[in-house]
């Protein structure tokens, strides 16, 4: 209870919904809680369950990280402190180049973001991570295939768990940002909500009744290995034709590549050049970004039609093209989906992350609090088994 204020300050309805207590069983610990002085400001900002609940001061700190092929993202937070208040690194390299080269650097990161909280490494309460890969909620290892840049051995939750001397939690990243967005976005009340993903590569993130729909080895929403051309190009997961090798990053480049070759101008050599380029209104990049929007939306029509959410949320760098990204897979989702599952009205919505860039590391803070939550409900459990006459 004490960790969902932590999560999120919220009053004492929002903490039922996300909690699924009940709400007398919220307000009863909430009494506890004041009594024991560990939070307050129930009674200064409303009365009885229409007031926020927030934790007392302080000297706590959750931290999130994504690591991303092409950027690694940070954020810190005194878990006092609302979730927009946090300390935010970002590199620009990603885990590109391995997991052995990129450790020192996200350690330098991790501290950097932890010193500007103004606490201090031992101050570190938990710590989630978000990686664009499955990952076994049995184990929480890789599930095969491992694809490139990581390795089997790679344990990034056990390496960075190290150095700040807790129990880091992982989990996929898409997974992590639809965690995110329903937690701190403005449409939070969304029963099912899906959080695509489409930056280097393509994931969604799915979340049914506030729990996270991850599978039995951890490959639900997996869009970007959907099969799209079944005589495709080969995809790095063995498949052919998976949605990822129309639309991830290797994709727009080689077509932009392709287009700008019979006038020999320079080719892109990121996807961040064709994203700039076509917010700068270049016909090639936007026509691009256009068509990769109509794919994804097909994709899309598809999960509409099987899980039927409240709520889709578009992130990853592709969502920086805002509109242009956007627009295509509304014309899709018209086209494909069933009209009842995307009809417009209140009931459904198709929207940009509300989070931007730190989507997938705010998901990672807030299941690195919820790990610990178990972790102290697990040993409170064996305490009690264990003592038992």
């Not at 926020?52 to 993202?73: A, D, I, R």
């Amino acid at each position: 209870m004490l960790l969902a204020v932590a999560i999120k300050a919220d009053t004492q309805v929002g903490i039922a919904r996300r909690t699924l207590l009940s709400q007398a069983t919220v307000s009863a610990a909430v009494r506890d809680l004041e009594a024991a002085e560990l939070v307050h400001g129930v009674r200064a900002e409303g009365k009885g369950r229409g007031g926020k609940v927030c934790l007392v001061p302080v000297e706590n700190v959750g931290v999130g990280v994504h690591l991303g092929y092409n950027h690694v993202t940070v954020v810190a937070r005194r878990l006092d402190k609302e979730f927009d208040q946090v300390a935010v690194r970002v590199n620009a390299e990603g885990v590109s180049r391995g997991w052995h080269r990129a450790l020192p650097v996200v350690r330098d990161m991790i501290i950097d973001a932890v010193d500007a909280t103004g606490q201090r490494r031992n101050d570190v309460f938990s710590l989630g991570i978000a990686v664009p890969r499955m990952i076994d909620p049995r184990t929480a290892a890789f599930t095969p295939p491992i694809l490139h840049p990581w390795r089997a051995e790679d344990d990034p939750a056990g390496d960075l768990g190290a150095l700040l001397g807790v129990r880091a939690v992982i989990d996929n990243d898409a997974n992590l940002g639809a965690l995110a967005e329903q937690t701190y976005g403005t449409r939070e009340s969304a029963e099912t909500v899906v959080y695509v993903k489409a930056s280097t590569g393509v994931g969604a993130g799915i979340i049914v009744h506030n729990s996270v729909l991850r599978g039995h080895r951890g490959m639900a929403g997996e869009i970007g290995h959907l099969t799209v051309d079944p005589d495709g190009a080969v995809c790095q997961c063995g498949g052919r034709g998976c949605l990822e090798t129309v639309i991830g990053a290797e994709a727009l480049i080689a077509q932009v590549r392709a287009a700008r070759a019979r006038n020999s101008a320079a080719g892109p050599e990121q996807l961040e050049d064709i994203i700039r380029a076509a917010n700068a209104q270049d016909a090639v990049c936007m026509r691009v970004i256009q068509d990769a929007g109509r794919t994804l939306g097909r994709s899309l029509a598809q999960l509409c039609n099987m899980f039927n959410p409240d709520l889709i949320v578009v992130g990853g760098q592709l969502a920086e093209c805002q509109h242009l990204l956007l627009e295509g897979c509304k014309e899709s989702l018209r086209r494909f989906a069933l009209p009842g599952a995307v009809a417009s009205s209140s009931e459904f919505a198709l929207t940009l992350s509300e989070l931007g860039t730190k989507a997938e590391a705010q998901g990672a803070l807030v299941l690195g609090l919820r790990g610990q939550e178990s972790a102290e409900n697990t040993e409170t459990t064996e305490t009690t088994e264990n003592t038992e006459p």
